[in-house]
Every structure is written in structure tokens, then in C-alpha cells.
């Protein structure tokens, strides 16, 4: 019987120093202050401002943060994954040259793409390796420059994101902490209504689609959150039940940052006293893929090992999900 599980051993984050608040926004789209915070609980988020970098500088610098806080070999990592939606390129995989960067050279690296809940899905897939067995250090990042795909004159859309990146380390561990189960889930149903229209095989860059600015970010608020809190409700559910869990058990929820109404939404459906939920979302807005990480990063402090932490996300494509985590350490 295989004993390991895939516990996460260090955690380090990296945000822009720009800050975008909602009384700049007013400058730029109708909008203002108090209806962005009522809506989405969003004060001000992360920017990077140079145009000639892209997500991988944030990934790198969340990741040699994590390196230089757990005092590790960049040399002893296995793999890299990098969960994003804003590669630096279509081809040429930002997570291999992540990796070269930050010294990784001993690993093997790719990209994982499921929009906002790319960084859930990459806790699956870190996990499965270090199950395996065949791996002892997998580094996953979530990082995503989503000033890239905003249109800024879109107020649907440019009050809601920003940029950021997150990492764990994930190792073996023999006392049952770590990953111990996951309920991940996809439907394409929301194709439409949470995407970049161009720039793929289906419709590929032109003039015209540069002038439609099909190559920015779109969705159908409306739909986008009905779904969302239906689904990241439902599966935080489905994940207690399934452990034969209570509010009581859960020491933290760690949700996607994407709208304090969906976060609001699933902690009520879970029964949870808010001291229970990490938000940072007014803070970063909601930063995709580096999320999770974030939030990880950012309370750490709070952590003890053994807890019990609940995390749910949910993305475009439409993909969502919630991983059971009983955190491995607790921080010197």
C-alpha cells in the first residue's frame, strides 16, 4: 500500500509594487469606489508595469522567494509546474524557462492551463507525482500578468483583476499530511461566457481581431457568477461529506479570490464563522491563477501542522473544484 502523501513544505509569493486603486479606475471607466467594494469586495490591485516583462517575472520572483524563505537547492527540485493563463508566449512553455532561471536545471517543466483554477489543478497534478513515488520536490507556481488580456476602457472587466504570483513546495510526507482528497470538476458549458476570443488555432491573430479587441479578456458577469457560486458552493460541499467532515473540523478556507460575494457565499453554504475564511482579494483583486498561492503565502503565519484547510476555486472553460489539505508544517 502506497503511504506517501504530497504535503506542501514552503510557500513564497511575489506582487508588483504598482498599486491600481478603485479611485484611479474612477479616473479611467464609469465607475467608483463604493460600487466596485459592494460588488466585489475589491479595493485596489497589483499592476506590472513594464512591458518588457511578462508572467514569467513574476513567477520567477515568487518562486526564488520560496527558495530563499525554505533555504533550498534549486537543484534538488524534480519539476516545475507553472499554472497560468498569460504565458509569456503561445509556444515556447514559460514554465521551462521559469525554471532555467531560478536554477532549476535538474527539472523537468511545462505549463497547466484551466483559467482560474489552474493552480487547484496543479495541486492535483504535483500530488500525483510526488505519489508516484518516482519524485521528491515538485514546485508549483501560479502566476498570471492579467493587465496583458484587460482592456482598460472595459469597466466589466479591468475593476476586477490584477497581477500576482504564488508558489508551494510540494514533497513526500508519511504522517498522512498533505493532499487527501480533491473533487475537481469541468464543463464547457461556459465556453462562451469567460474567454479570450482570439488569438488561438480556432481564430487566429489578424488586423480585424486586433481592432475588435477580441484578443482582451471577456465575460457575461451575470452568468459567470451564478455558475460560480453554485459550483464552488457545491464542491467545498461535496468535499466535506465525502471526509465525513463538519464546519467544526475546518480550520481555514482558502478560496479563489475572485468576488467576495462567491467567497461570502460558499463559507455560508460550508456553515463557517468568518475568523474561518482568508480573504486578500482587496488587496489583489483577483489575480487567476496566482490566487490560492497568495492567500497560502500570505497567512502562513496562521498555520499549524495538522490543520485542516479547505480550498475551491472556480474558472472559465467553466472548471472548478476543492482539494481536503492538512497542512505539514509549522513556520520557524
Known sequence: MNNITAAITAVGAYVPDYVLTNKILETLV????????????????????????????????????????????????DMV???????????????????????????????????CSSFLYGMSTAAAYIQSGRYKKVLLIGADKMSSIVDYTDRTTCII??????????????EGLGLVDEYLRSDSVGRDFLKIDA??????????????????????GKTVFKYAVTNMADASEMILKRNNLTNADVDWLVPHQANKRIIDATASRMNLEDSKVLMNIEKYGNTTSATLPLVLNDFENLFKKGDTIILAAFGGGFTWGSIYLKWAYDKK
Open 81 to 115: 509546474i507553472l499554472a497560468t493563463a498569460t504565458p509569456d508566449m503561445p509556444v515556447a512553455a514559460s514554465g521551462v524557462y521559469v525554471a532555467t532561471e531560478i536554477g532549476a536545471t535538474n527539472a523537468f517543466a511545462y505549463d497547466l492551463q484551466a483559467a
Open 30 to 77: 464609469d465607475t467608483n469606489d463604493e460600487w466596485i467594494t459592494s460588488r466585489t469586495g475589491i479595493k485596489e490591485r497589483r499592476i506590472l508595469k513594464d512591458d518588457t516583462k511578462g508572467t514569467s517575472y513574476l513567477a520567477i520572483k515568487a518562486a526564488q522567494d520560496l527558495i530563499a524563505k525554505a533555504n533550498i537547492d534549486p537543484l534538488e527540485i
Open 199 to 220: 488569438g488561438g488555432s480556432l481564430h487566429p491573430a489578424t488586423i480585424q481581431t486586433v481592432e475588435e479587441g477580441r484578443h482582451n479578456i471577456k465575460q457575461d
Open 161 to 174: 483583476f490584477g497581477d500576482g504570483a504564488g508558489a508551494a513546495l510540494f514533497e513526500p510526507n508519511y
